[in-house]
């Protein structure tokens, strides 16, 4: 049990794995430089005089964060579209007189399609730059903001739900500006700084709905939605400039034509032509089902996915499911949107923790980039994991009611928070490691469609599974919150799988196996710590660990 929980380090040297699509492209304009031209055309590189400086990873440290800062508001902002909306069901029922299953499709159909828009707009962010895409996003999802604030009828709400839901880019683009502005060794904190912002958003969904429910019709949900959405796009418009480095370089390859200064020189994604000749229909078809395709038959990727995505949709079963939890003590609607303030509490120490333990191997990997291994990444989950079917059995345990003081309620909600940070930083920066550049982006995404969908799906089965077993009795709120603890359990266990056999799955991906082959071809060592690691499988002595290099 000991060496299970113990962390993993080596002594080898060996590294993680690159874990951003930036590092395929610095790969790839690496490769064009020591070509120099192609097609008769001159490139410009990164090693060209005077163009490093124009990228990302050149920005000072303050203009860095304020950028991560800005984008740490976009995303509040976008999980916060998510979940206030549950706020304006109860005003919606009344003023339309439909049923809350009806009202409730809002939300169902927003995080269905907001799952779908992340992987929709993600590619279009490597062709067109960050900027531009993410700019179209806030714009399109704040147009559609109108028609549901305006909405004669329930059927317009849920259209334009599902509109803003497809136009929302999330963490898909969001995420993509830190490998942009930081080298491998220094990506964790700004990592964990914005999944921090989307885990929070919802909350802060939650607790400020809780507020305009209380003192504001229900239409001011959509208006509040709409100023929050302005500022932040007039704030990512004005202080956030591109990072993508081949829009950075092609936007300096232009100029320096237009001046003269090198007329023959072409930037790494026009020397391949337009927009529309680079992105044919079945570049964009394979980018865009890849993902899907991870999430069906990468073991990794799969049920870390499926773990991630359940313990967000416990976060949106909580919008529901508090309010009847918390009525025993008599909570009022603002009452109710406070309490979610133990979420707030318990990510906040989640993402403390990670710092902490971020710092420690930062400082560990400037001494030696070899030290870890990408399994390394879950060893702090092994002991946050539990905390998730522990805070839905102390949640459904205290949901008897009075005696039982609330607060024990809240204590129990903070612990789910907890783990739900912690599932979702850990697997997110585990498949960027497993997956390397080339691939990381497509088994993240995979992550971040359970986390929606799944979320989504929340919205049918909350008030059905919290009202219709044992009804009318004490335990009519107590079961149904059992019954998840039951599940989380089954799902927590594939963390502790791939902590201690990972490197056999890895060994027997394809995906894995194809950015080990290339790594090996550029000049990287594979390393093994035993070359019968592939025949013998999990549970027995082998252990393959294909790792790159640091240059």
Known sequence: MRSILRPFRRSSPVAPTDDSDAASKVVELEELSARGSAGGKKILTVEDEGAAKLLAHGFTKSKKWTILTVIFLVQISMNFNASVYANSVTGMMEEFDVPRSRAMLGQLLFLVTYAFGCEAWAPWSEEIGRKSVLQGSLLLVNIWQLPAALS?????????????????????????????????????IPLAFIVFSSCAGSVV?????????????????????????????????????????????????????????????????????????????????????????????????????????????LIFSGLSSFGMVLQQWNFSILDIGLSFIALLVGYTLASASYWYWYRRDGAALKKNPTAFKPERRLWWLLFLVPLLPIGLLGFGFSSL??????????????????????IYMATIDYMIAAYGSKYSASATGGNGFCRDFLAGLAAIYTTPLYTNIKTGTKWQLVVPSLLLAGISALL?????????????????????????????????????????AAKTGPGQTGDVVVEAVAA
């Open 152 to 188: 004669p009828n329930v059927a317009t709400v849920i259209v334009a739900r599902c509109l803003g839901g497809l136009s929302s880019a999330g963490g898909s683009v969001t995420l993509s500006l830190i490998p942009d502005m930081f080298h491998k060794a220094d990506q964790q």
């Open 205 to 313: 969904g939650a607790i400020g709905g809780g507020i305009i429910e209380a003192f504001l019709p229900w239409r001011y949900i959509f208006w509040v939605q709409l100023i929050f959405g302005a500022i932040v796009q007039l704030m990512h418009l004005f202080m956030v400039p591109e990072t993508n480095p081949e829009a950075l370089l092609d936007r300096e390859a232009k100029r320096r034509r237009e001046n003269g200064i090198q007329p023959d020189i072409y930037g790494p994604r026009e020397v391949h032509g337009s927009l529309w000749q680079r992105m044919t229909f079945k570049k964009t078809c394979t980018l865009m089902w890849r993902p899907y395709h991870m999430l069906c038959t990468e073991p990794i990727v799969g049920f870390l996915s499926l773990l991630s995505g359940f313990a967000d949709a």
């Open 401 to 422: 009611g009075p005696p039982i003081p609330w607060i024990v309620v809240l204590i129990f909600a903070a612990l789910i928070g907890i783990a739900n940070l912690a």
């Open 492 to 532: 927590c266990i594939p963390v502790f799988v791939f902590y201690v056999h990972g490197s056999w799955f890895r060994s027997h991906s394809k995906y894995a196996r194809e950015v080990a082959e290339e790594n090996e071809h550029h000049g990287v060592d594979v390393v093994s710590a035993d070359s019968d």
